[in-house]
């Protein structure tokens, strides 16, 4: 049976990445470092994905899968050289980790002399995360290993959009791998990243150019659903859907979407009907209660949310290259400023810095925006604004 390899066993690996992969006839191995996961993988064989549908849940069993002790580096080398196709989805933060692992997978692989090629989709929330771990994991290479890896690895960047939140608690307790899913389950990849024939994955859409699926996917998904978060905090939301429902909150979302819009048309000539219709698709996806997806897991770690090439940041620059006013993705980013959930230690220090240090010196410390800038002035003053406590309405009044 074809082998497929899943380096990470969370909640998109299994139910987003690992569902496709059963649905292709793959059998399928996850690599991860709780064990606790590992060991349930490989005592069940099998675990649900629950896929919302209106008001109840369709469950899906993906079977044949396996765990892989992702501490143990001989057996996660010996798990690649037997792949036929491999993903990753651990986080961008954590991605550092598994260079060496990974690199020790190429090597086993060039050992025993296989040409086929290894084609790895790399499911991180990242621009150019196939060319970020490419330059990490070569640091662990020779330069025949090198060499190798350019000849018969290719790193295959997707644009993820399914939604896959922590899984609420009732499921989790009866299973603690299910996990809980939207309907939405398309897989747009890079198709000119392949090396060798294009692998049959069950609702992977291969396209080229592909940069404009990337930025799609962060600059309208992730930007307005950060957003959706920040404004939610504020207004003390515990979820996404809450939040979505709010009329002020909802308008600056669609606002700010139509804003980023605006800046894709003019960068990829991309009609701008085509991407109205798929605004409204995402803000009607964010009133799915069933997701349970909270504010503060859409939210967290605003130390790499409001980057320079990240979701709000990212995008303002991109309307801002094209002379497009962006007053809804600025607001934004100044209520992302004042987010800092106790949990989150990232969003804290960037919230206690914009307190202390001030606005103008998080924004360049955090944001790669200089205090001199336009942006930067704007946000200061909705910054400003927000701790005054003026209404989410009234904010751009």
Same mark, same amino acid.
């Given at each position: ?29 996850y690599i991860d470092v709780n064990m606790a996961v590992i060991d349930k993988l490989n005592a069940d064989g099998q675990y649900p994905v629950y896929i919302t549908d209106g008001d109840d849940y369709r469950e899906y069993l993906v079977t044949g899968v396996h765990g892989v002790n992702g501490r143990d580096n001989e057996a996660i080398a ?168 709010? $009329?002020? !909150?909802?308008?600056?979302?669609? %606002?700010? #979407?139509?804003? +980023?819009? /605006? ?6 000539? *991309? ?55 962006? $007053?809804? !993705?600025?607001?934004?980013?100044? %209520?992302? #400023?004042?987010? +800092?959930? /106790? ?6 220090? *960037? ?47």
């Amino acid at each position: 049976m074809k082998q497929a390899l899943m380096y990470g066993a969370g909640n998109i690996g299994r139910g987003f990445i690992g569902q496709l992969f059963h649905m292709s006839g793959y059998e399928i191995s996850y690599i991860d470092v709780n064990m606790a996961v590992i060991d349930k993988l490989n005592a069940d064989g099998q675990y649900p994905v629950y896929i919302t549908d209106g008001d109840d849940y369709r469950e899906y069993l993906v079977t044949g899968v396996h765990g892989v002790n992702g501490r143990d580096n001989e057996a996660i080398a010996e798990a690649m050289a037997n792949a036929d196709i491999m993903a990753t989805a651990v986080g961008v933060n954590i991605l550092k980790f598994i260079a060496a692992p990974f690199a020790g997978g190429v090597r086993r692989r060039m050992e025993k002399g296989i040409e086929a090629p290894l084609n790895v989709i790399i499911c991180e929330n990242m621009i150019e995360a196939d060319k970020y771990f490419a330059g990490l994991v070569k640091e662990n290479l020779n330069d025949e290993e090198k060499k190798y890896f350019d000849t018969h690895i290719a790193l295959v960047e997707p644009s993820i959009g399914r939604m896959v939140p922590a899984t609420p608690k009732e499921i989790a307790e009866k299973n603690p791998l299910a996990v809980c899913v939207e309907p939405y389950c398309e897989l747009p990849v890079d198709k000119n990243a392949f090396k060798g024939e294009i692998p049959s994955i069950k609702n992977m859409v291969p396209f080229a150019p592909f940069d404009f699926f990337i930025r799609r996917k962060l600059f309208m998904h992730n930007m307005s659903h950060a957003l959706t978060s920040y404004f939610g905090a504020l207004r003390g939301y515990t979820y996404i859907w809450e939040a979505n429902g709010d $009329p002020e !909150i909802r308008k600056m979302a669609e %606002a700010a #979407l139509a804003e +980023a819009s /605006a800046a894709l048309n003019k960068e990829y000539g *991309v009609p701008l009907t085509e991407l109205k219709a798929f605004s409204d698709n995402l803000i009607e996806r964010f009133d799915n209660k069933l997701l349970g997806d909270t504010i503060e897991r859409v939210g967290r770690d605003t130390k790499r949310k409001l980057s320079v090439n990240d979701r709000l940041v990212g995008a303002a620059l991109l309307c801002e290259k094209h002379g497009i006013a962006a $007053p809804y !993705i600025t607001a934004g980013i100044a %209520a992302g #400023l004042h987010f +800092a959930p /106790a949990s989150d230690e990232s969003s804290c220090e *960037v919230a206690k810095a914009a307190k202390e240090s001030g606005v103008y010196s998080a924004l360049a410390t955090y944001c790669g925006i200089a205090s001199d800038a336009p942006l930067a002035k704007a946000v200061e003053a909705c910054y400003k604004k927000i701790g005054e406590g003026t209404a989410i309405g009234a904010l751009l009044a």
